[in-house]
């Protein structure tokens, strides 16, 4: 019943989103070129689907996304989990790193073009690059944070480097780890965005940079709600594969909770 409700809820605030929005495009007579209504959305959207245009636009900005999410996360978690274990190699690398998440990476988005050209491998640069940073920091917090105790305790039988990084610090550190995965995949739908408007080919950036010039409103709407989707749907993803594993966090505030109730 508690899974029902938190599916209707949300449903019903896009409900009288989209009431209002219509009500609001008819009231005050607002021209499609300024403002289209829900129904002026779909059509650009059935529309788009029937032909098969937006099917190509929605490919090439997951591929771009999924690919750069994915490269950018290992990258994060190796070099994460290397800072984390050796005070040295952090003094050599972290400042690096924070001079690079420092600069705007928009600012790099024309260098990135030039170097990597006007494809899809531009924009998966750019993607590494934006979701990269926040996995690394949760990585590094959450492996520092472990209970030093519960360290003392496996040395003193003997327990290897190894053994302790594999059975205690990086199950300690997981739920931070899934809470930098979750931000990341937000992160690189936004990367994989700026770089289609900066220059691209194809992808729904580009979709949206192109109908703004033939001020085509209603096809730009139905590109941010297909963006939208995407979003709402890796981050749901990310989510459930937390709960299931790391699902002793779950079975902790499941506890809490009967204890609460009770």
């Known amino acids: 019943m508690r899974r029902l409700l938190d599916l209707v809820y949300p449903l019903i605030t896009l409900a009288v989103i989209l009431a209002a929005w219509h009500y609001a495009v008819v009231l005050l007579e607002m021209p499609d070129y300024v403002l289209p209504g829900p129904m002026a959305v779909l ?6 689907f029937a032909d098969g245009t937006i099917w190509r636009h929605i490919g090439y900005t997951l591929y771009a996304t999924l690919v750069g999410y994915l490269i950018g996360s290992v990258l994060a ?17 972290y400042p690096v790193l924070v001079a690079v998440q420092a600069t705007p990476k928009v600012a790099l988005a024309p260098l990135i073009l030039v170097w990597f050209g006007f494809g899809v491998a531009s924009k998966i640069v750019l993607v590494v690059l934006i979701c990269f940073f926040p996995l690394f920091v949760n990585t590094i ?96 993803t990310v989510r459930l594969l937390h709960r299931k594993v790391v699902f002793w966090e779950a079975e902790r505030a499941e506890r809490s909770r009967t204890a609460a109730q009770t």
């Open 43 to 48: 059509r650009a959207l059935v529309a788009g």
């Open 77 to 93: 978690l190796l070099l994460g989990a290397l800072l984390a274990e050796s005070r040295t190699f952090e003094k050599f690398v």
């Open 141 to 236: 917090v959450g492996i520092r944070r472990v209970d030093p105790d519960l360290i003392d305790a496996c040395k003193a039988f003997s327990a290897s480097r190894w053994y302790l990084f594999r059975h205690v610090k990086l199950p300690a550190a997981a739920g931070d780890i899934f809470a930098g995965l979750q931000i990341g995949i937000s992160l690189a739908l936004i990367g994989t965005v700026v770089g289609e408007l900066v220059s691209s080919e194809a992808g729904l950036g580009y979709l949206i940079g192109s109908s703004a010039v033939n001020m085509n409103v209603s096809t730009m709407f139905a590109a941010v709600m297909l963006l939208a989707v995407i979003g709402i749907a890796g981050t749901e």
